[in-house]
């Protein structure tokens, strides 16, 4: 296969993914993380990757934020925000921790595919990509990508989507970000 005809196939997909996603449900996630003092993150394979690539976006921004399971990672209050990634909703370590998070009564953001998943008792907020994952839901788009590609694309996107949202909202100056941006490299 040539590469431009791929190129097409996958921006195709992700770009359908995208405009498929709920501006309502988008601008309550942005909600929950402004009103959030901290905004910690799981999830695991390349979902948690992509959760790190927004984690460190949104840190750009002064969100402080926290990858569950860092060594520096600091007690979870109720005045703080948990967002899993799972395409399922079933994956065992984040449904684990959503759990343990609402004990101390943190809100909990669910980005995934599944409504309907093990991880509904758990969530606030729950932020819909409707791509095909491990199960494989009627309603979804199908992927010709590997495995769980598409939403861990889309996640990333949604991820870039919701920073550019909030700079925007804030009337931040782009160009001051850099202020934030990792120095020791």
Do not use: C
């Not at 998070?101 to 990509?129: C, E, Q, W």
């Amino acid at each position: 296969m040539k590469f431009e005809a791929i190129r097409q196939e996958v921006v195709g997909e992700i770009g359908e993914a995208i405009s498929l996603i709920s501006g309502n449900e988008v601008e309550g996630l942005i909600d929950e993380i402004e009103k959030a003092d901290k905004v910690f993150f799981i999830g695991v394979g390349r979902v948690l990757l992509s959760l790190k690539s927004v984690a460190k976006r949104l840190a750009h921004l002064g969100i402080k934020t926290v990858i569950v399971g860092e060594i520096t990672e600091p007690a979870i209050t109720d005045k703080d925000l948990l967002i899993v990634g799972s395409g399922s909703g079933e994956s065992a370590i984040p449904l684990i921790i959503a759990e343990k998070a609402k004990k101390y009564n943190a809100r909990v953001v669910h980005i995934g595919s599944n409504p309907d998943s093990s991880m509904k008792k758990f969530t606030d907020l729950f932020v819909r990509i409707p791509v095909t994952t491990k199960l494989d839901t009627q309603d979804a788009i199908k992927s010709i990508q590997p495995m769980t590609s598409l939403f861990e694309q889309s996640l990333l996107i949604l991820g870039d989507i919701v920073a550019l949202m909030m700079v925007r909202n804030k009337s931040i100056d782009i160009h001051s970000l850099w202020e934030y941006h990792a120095n020791l490299e």
